[in-house]
């Protein structure tokens, strides 16, 4: 298989024309007179990342024949969420490379980054009310209180090893399946109406962000920085029990979680990351999870069925894979 | 004169039954399943402050006979707007105390307190989503990035005593007028149509919002935390030049502008605004900036002339004279 950034250029060939306006939206709307503004959006811009959010509302546009001229605006309305979370996460988490660029706070500071993460969201929010439809208004708004209170809720369970997979899933679905499950929500029936169709669609855009998340927590443990494009190993340095550590301690004896505990709490937090692999089977708890992350995968494949073949269906199939074997 | 609590609440009598809906709306919005996340709203909840801005719109509404059954919805959005900024000042600044009350980032964490300024928009977006117009999404949506523009822009000319008063005004009417002329527009032509009197009412709104900032300025330089109900001294502490500092810094000789420019980077943050007071005079710099805040208010109320009189009229007239003799 070719090269993985070529892959999904290749996936998003069905909507390659859609993608071009939808960077033009982009560029056009994060446009600012304030020269001191416009520098800070620039250094954003460069985040750039794999746009797949805005990819998907246009491929579930042409899988659902429910494109419209307006999707490319919503496709980069999501992109612009999306890149507001990005912008605030790295206050959050400490973050020190994101995609290789560095992050804003580093580069400027913490006050800016909040800043530049609000203008964003209400960047995105005021593009939205322009649409002929408040579809995309409601359904974001709703969207971007369940990311806040999905990041609140990982943010207090921190160091919680009585996490369920359960509660585990319940926020990785706030804050990582929601955004995929409204883009695919509003690609398959943005201006309105078709409920059924919209609701099946916005099932599989969280079953393939669930999966996505699931597979980010397994290349923070386990990803090379270098491929991976951002800081690698966070999640144990910031105390976030994820999926593949929460496997391996609930299969452990007392005292391998008194050892898995340990780790999480030295002084060295490089050192996390380095000595939970000596203490653990943590290649197990990856494995287990990646299993979890192929089985969403296959469910959101089978709300696939209901609709007419396609290249942009097909697209979508295809993307499953991407998303379990992406390294970045 | 009464108290300034008591004055502000005959200020608001007109509108008192509106103001007690918004209050309804603000707890019912302002609820969440998940019990860290409502411990947190029921945290900031408790910042209340004076729900001027609040109050503008219900007050805009009778004084302009435009009043409908959304107003108090709108107001309540304009008020959790004002609430995550103030969340995310609290970032922004460092300010030990907001209102008495112990601030978000203190008690818990920076992460957190950036995640519920987020939850604190994105509920006010969602819930104007669901009025009958789209002019309460699409104006805030605005003012909130007008707001993020006018921060970023203060942040970036910290420190730097070439500004110009121009452009302090420019600074101080983002961050603070816009909201105030979004309240005064939305309370005077809701759900629409009516861009004359709004665009009248919006200048009043920006009028008494650039007077209210420069107050705040003012205060911040010569109030007592005590009273004011928030640290003070923290603009200098962070080298914000504000219009007083700019009126004696311009006026002073070269030796006088070396002395200013050098308290303002003592390095004991502290001891900055106690010094300032030593090396230049303050007082007159702050009698320069109330005159032209009084200035402003003038302006403002003059605006108010083709309203035909009632008590609501009669009060935001009064509001002039409560934004300058106010001490908190």
């Known amino acids: 298989m070719s090269d993985p950034k070529q892959k999904l250029m290749e996936l998003l060939s069905p909507v390659v024309s859609g993608l071009e306006r939808m960077r033009g939206v982009l560029a056009s709307e994060l446009h600012e007179p304030s020269p001191v503004v416009q520098d800070m959006i620039d250094h954003v811009g460069r985040f750039q990342g794999k746009q797949l959010r805005g990819g998907m509302v246009l491929l579930m546009g042409e899988a659902t024949g429910n494109s419209t001229d307006e999707h490319p605006t919503i496709a980069a309305i999501v992109e612009m969420i999306h890149m507001a979370t990005l912008v605030h996460d790295d206050i959050l988490d400490g973050a020190e490379v994101r995609r290789r660029v560095a992050c804003l706070n580093q580069r400027w500071n913490n006050q800016v980054a909040v800043l530049l993460g609000d203008y964003l969201y ?7 009310t322009h649409l002929s439809s408040r579809l995309t208004s409601r359904l974001l708004a709703e969207t971007t209180r369940t990311i806040c209170v999905g990041e609140i809720e990982q943010s207090a369970l921190r160091y919680d090893f009585d996490l369920t997979q359960e509660s585990y ?37 969280y079953e393939i962000g669930l999966a996505f998340q699931i597979v980010d927590d397994c290349l923070d443990l386990a990803g090379d920085a270098k491929v991976v494009g951002k800081s690698v190993g966070t999640d144990v340095e910031d105390g976030k029990v994820t999926l593949p550590v929460l496997h391996v301690y609930s299969s452990s004896n007392e005292a391998g979680r008194a050892a898995i505990r340990d780790v999480f709490t030295l002084p060295d937090l490089e050192e996390r990351t380095l000595k939970l692999r000596d ?18 995968v296959e469910r959101a494949r089978a709300r ?25």
Chains 1, 2 share one sequence.
């Open 122 to 128: 209400s960047r995105a929010f005021a593009l939205s």
């Open 169 to 205: 899933e319940r926020i990785a679905g706030a804050k990582t399946g929601s955004l995929y499950a409204a883009a695919c929500e509003l690609g398959a029936r943005y201006p309105g109406g078709n409920e059924v169709l919209g609701g099946q669609m916005r099932k599989f855009g």
């Open 279 to 296: 203490v653990c089977d943590l290649d197990t708890g990856i494995e287990r999870s990646m299993d979890y992350a192929q089985e969403l």
């Open 304 to 328: 696939l069925l209901s609709l007419p073949a396609s290249p942009a269906v097909d697209a979508l199939h295809v993307l499953g894979d991407f998303v379990l074997k992406r390294k970045w």
